[in-house]
C-alpha cells in the first residue's frame, strides 16, 4: 500500500477540470477509482510507507502554517507521460513557489516517512494533474484529440489530503485546510476534528454559527448529525433515532451515496445496538461536503 499527499483546488477549478474527466469517462478513457471519491488533485509526493502516529502531527502543523508563499497554480496545458501505460494530464505554468513548496514540505517531513518514489523526488519531480492514465498508445491519441484547454484554469490551492492508495481503491486518511481556505471550510474542517474525536456536542456548537449565517441545509443536517450522535454515545437510542428519521427525510441535506448507510444505522437504533465507528462515514462528509463549500 502506497500513500499519496494530494493537494486539492477550489470549487470552480475543480468542476472544470471535472468536465473534461467527464468527457473522457464518457468515451471509456478514464476509469472509475474505488473507494472515497476522487477529486482533481496535484500529487506531491507518493510514499511506500509511513507512520500515522508520526506524520499527522507533523503535517497537521505544516499545513497550518502561516508562511506557505503560495496560493494558486494556473494550469495552461495537456500535456502526457508517453510510455506502455501513458497519462494525459494538465500542465502547470511555471512557479518557483510551487517546487519550493515542495522541497520544504519533503524537508520537514522526511522523519515521518519511509522511501518516496523517485519520480517525485526535487529534481525529478513533474507537477501534474492526471486527466486519465493506464491508456494504450491509441488511447492516449483519442483522449488528446477530445480534451483541449480553451483558456487556462485558475487554479486556487484550498486544502490537502493524505490518501492510501490500495491496488483498486483510495481512501482518504487525514485532511487539513490549508491557511489560504476560506473561513467557512476551516469550519468544515474544525467539525469533522471534533466528531473523529468523539466530541460530538462541540461539534454542535461549532456549526451553530455558520447555521445563523446562511441557513444552508446542509449545515442543519450536519448539526442533526452531531446531535445523533450525541444521543446515541450516551445510549439514548430514542432521540438518536428521532433526529436520524428527520435527517432521512431531508434527503438534499445530505449525498446520496450516503442514504443506505442511513438506513443501516436506523435498523441499529431500533435493536439498540452501540454506536459503530464512524471513520467511513467521516471520509465521506469530508469530500462530499467540506469539499462542496
Known sequence: MDYALELLFDKRATNLIMSLWAILTKEGLRRSVEGDPEYPHLSLYVWQSLSSQTFNPAFSNLARSPNQGLRDITLDRTDFFFGPSSVLYLAPRHNPSLFDLHKRWLASLMDTASTVLSTYLPGNWVPHVTLADH?????????????????????????VILVQIHPKARWVSEYYPLTSANAE????????????THRHFEAHEILEALWRQNHDKKVQTAIWLAALFTHWSRGQYPGALKILEKILNSPVGYPNELRPVLHTWQLSLKT??????????????????ARST
Open 135 to 159: 491508456l494504450t498508445n491509441e488511447e492516449l491519441d483519442r483522449a488528446k484529440s477530445l480534451v483541449s484547454l480553451e483558456r487556462s484554469i485558475l487554479a486556487v490551492l484550498s486544502d
Open 185 to 196: 471550510q476551516t469550519t468544515w474542517f474544525r467539525f469533522n476534528e471534533a466528531l473523529r
Open 272 to 289: 439498540g445496538s452501540p454506536m459503530p465507528d464512524i471513520q467511513a462515514f467521516e471520509r465521506m462528509i469530508l469530500i462530499r461536503w
